[in-house]
């Protein structure tokens, strides 16, 4: 009780104006909770990144308001309680919210009937606002919320959004400070990052004229299949000149960022059709959902998520400081797949962008510094992911060695609502960090002591996130 309110006595206090971070940097691992960086530490047998003392860390949960527009306020069967989360009782038969998949048991199906979506979790990350399951940036009703990304312009930084799947997908819009009552209009919301005066950076997937494998579409493509990401009116302003955007396409351009005016805005689409690598063809022989890690090569053409964030990071002013949101969206793309050997490969990339982030910190010559900048790790929900053994409810993954796959079972293709990962370092950690003042746990029907620990909610870190970046 006095710890819970000393942290609510912190909450109270203003976050005094030297703490506050000149820059913050939101990295998002799409759908990567607990499991999926438990099989990566298993394959890699190292650490990750963030797994560092220098890292402050706690759980987020991760609901959100409703499964959709309709209806009004909290739908209260998505509100996560340990209760809920950790219900071991068994159920027979097949879930009725995930087709093909077995129930397995009661916590399980209320992760698969309540799981929340990447739009509102990331709207709540970045608006302090909890929304609904498709929302990007609009609260309940559908009114449009002051992002991160805005509030960042407002007080004069720049603001770039890097992902591995589509630049117009749910997390980059949201954290590019996009706005719309569906995140499915890609179109619209396409052309409100590149028409609002918001950002000054983008990188992702999407470019019209490339397939999966790189290679470039014949004229049997429909504009349709072209034109999902962003529409070919913006594509053609792209291209003309007339958006006020310097388009980059290749590789050594994207290496070689630092040639470009520091005012100009700059959009990378590397030569692949929706996610840089995940999407690949499989190697002769082989199946994607049973392969390990890089038993398909690599697209040569495409940039890793270091490249990307490094560009970002050259790009964005150092003087006056930036706003930067970076997602491993992939990692959530294999993850519906089913095909963990990709998804460690996309946990990979996107913790060597981790790394790099930090060197670019801890490097003398760049005017950012742990001094002056937030760095937030963290993932927008989870997937149900569990060990092998059906009769083991949470079992968790079995090690077979560094180099071997795991032993795991997939309980779903789709999201899970189980609290996240969350790591916090730099300028501002300490204020994120009080906000983690609820406790996961319980004790189980079978008498197992279960539960994450302390969490913070996905609206209180959004909330913290613009205090912070006020001036
Ligand atoms: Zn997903």
């Not at 000393?6 to 759908?31: F, H, R, S, Y």
């Not at 068994?90 to 129930?103: I, K, N, R, V």
């Not at 053609?236 to 470009?260: C, F, H, V």
């Not at 962008?353 to 989870?382: C, K």
Request: charged share 20%; hydrophobic share 40%.
């Amino acid at each position: 009780m006095f710890r819970l309110l000393a942290a609510l006595a912190l909450c109270a206090t203003p976050v005094a104006a030297q703490e506050k971070p000149k820059n913050v940097i939101v990295m998002i691992a799409d759908g990567a909770g607990y499991n999926m960086l438990a099989a990566t530490r298993m394959w890699t047998g190292a650490k990750l990144f963030a797994d560092g003392d220098e890292w402050q860390r706690a759980s987020l949960a991760t609901y959100a308001l409703r499964n959709g527009p309709e209806g009004e306020g909290q739908d209260p069967d998505l509100v996560y309680t340990s209760e809920k989360a950790w219900d071991v009782r068994p159920l027979s038969g097949d879930s009725e919210c995930a087709t093909g998949y077995a129930a397995g048991f009661a916590g399980y199906e209320w992760h698969r009937c309540t799981h929340p979506d990447s739009a509102n979790t990331m709207s709540a990350m970045v608006t302090g606002t909890r929304t609904y399951n498709g929302a990007v940036n609009v609260d309940g009703s559908g009114t449009p919320e002051l992002s991160a990304a805005e509030t960042a312009k407002a007080t004069g930084r720049r603001v770039g959004s890097i992902t591995t799947v589509p630049f117009s997908h749910a997390t980059p819009a949201a954290g590019g400070g996009a706005h719309n009552v569906s995140r499915n209009n890609y179109h619209e919301i396409a052309a409100e990052m590149l028409e609002s005066p918001t950002l000054d950076f983008i990188a992702g997937g999407g470019h019209p004229n490339f397939d999966s494998d790189g290679n470039r579409v014949g004229d049997q493509a429909t504009a349709k299949e072209r034109f999902r990401w962003l529409s070919s009116e913006s594509w053609s302003a792209l291209n003309d000149g007339s958006s006020g955007w310097t388009l980059i396409q290749t590789r050594d351009e994207i290496d070689d960022l630092g040639r470009y005016g520091g005012d100009d805005r700059v959009i990378v689409l590397p030569p692949v059709a929706a996610a840089m690598q995940v999407e690949r063809a499989a190697a002769e022989g082989h199946d994607p959902k049973t392969d390990a890690p890089g038993e398909a090569k690599l697209l040569k053409t495409v940039p890793s998520l270091t490249e990307l964030a490094e560009a970002a990071l050259t790009h964005l002013d150092q003087e006056r400081g930036f706003f930067l949101s970076i997602e491993g969206g992939a990692v959530d793309w294999a993850m519906h797949a089913n095909m963990l050997g990709r998804a460690i490969e996309e946990y990979e990339d996107f913790d060597a962008a981790v790394a790099a982030v930090a060197a670019w910190l801890d490097d003398p010559a760049t005017p950012a510094s742990w001094e002056n900048t937030l760095v937030i790790v963290t993932a927008d929900h989870d997937h149900l992911l569990f060990g092998p053994d059906v009769d083991e409810p949470f079992q968790p993954l079995e090690w077979h060695g560094a180099g071997a796959m795991p032993g795991y079972r997939w309980w779903s293709n789709s999201h899970s609502a189980q609290l996240v990962p969350f790591f916090a370092r730099g300028a501002g950690a300490d204020r994120l960090i009080t906000e983690a003042d609820e406790v996961d746990q319980m004790r189980s029907a079978d008498g197992t002591a279960r539960g994450r620990g302390r969490y913070l909610t996905q609206p209180e870190m959004g909330a913290a996130i613009l205090e912070l970046l006020s001036r």
